[in-house]
């Protein structure tokens, strides 16, 4: 597995050693030893999620607050999404900042967002299949949304034509509101 650094320290793009033939192909999609190199320790997965969608959908961005912050190991295994981490570390040299990467069935990369960071992706392709694996259970009493669109953040989504968003995500407060109201990481 190759490991590529992001600008986010924490934040990690994991691509796979694919094995083809003519027959098709062969990649192992997790190694919990191998995971626990190149994220600097060992990480215990509670939960796996899936999701299907349609181009344009935008879920996020979400994270969980507390006890119950979420690492979340991310990969889409049909279509494509615009993957992103949003750094929410109020002590962070690099708060308030985002990375993102395309996250397709085709490169079979992975993207590690660690607790501390919000998440969210784009469809990019007609329909697309993301799962995920988390290492904190669901908690609707710590679920929070930052606003995909804040200004703040200013994440440079691709174009899609019409983004759809959940009624949850549509109202979701910007960095400085999540801020004042105590809800972001120290």
């Known amino acids: 597995m190759n490991v590529v650094e992001t600008p986010l320290e924490g934040v990690l793009i994991l691509e796979p050693r694919v094995f083809g033939d003519d027959r098709g192909w062969f990649y192992e999609s997790f190694n919990a030893e191998r995971f626990a190199d190149a994220v600097g320790k060992p990480v215990a997965f509670v939960q796996d999620n899936h999701s299907r969608s349609a181009k344009g959908v935008l879920r996020g961005i979400h994270f969980q607050t507390g006890s119950a912050a979420q690492g ?34 085709e490169n079979k990369r992975q993207l590690w967002v660690p607790a501390g960071f919000g998440h969210a992706f784009l469809v990019t ?62």
């Not at 990969?75 to 690099?94: H, M, P, Q, W």
């Open 125 to 186: 392709s007609d329909v697309a299949e993301v799962q995920y694996k988390v290492d904190a259970y669901w908690s609707a009493e710590h679920e929070r949304s930052l606003r995909w669109d804040d200004p703040a953040v200013a994440v440079e989504w691709p174009e899609v034509g019409e983004v759809q968003l959940s009624e949850k995500d549509r109202h979701a407060p910007d960095l400085n509101v999540l801020n004042a109201e105590g809800d972001l990481f120290e």
């Open 72 to 105: 979340k190991l991310v990969r889409a295994t049909v279509g494509e999404v615009f993957d992103i981490a949003v750094d929410l570390r109020k002590s962070s040299t690099t708060f308030g900042q985002w990375t993102g990467v395309l996250l397709s069935a």
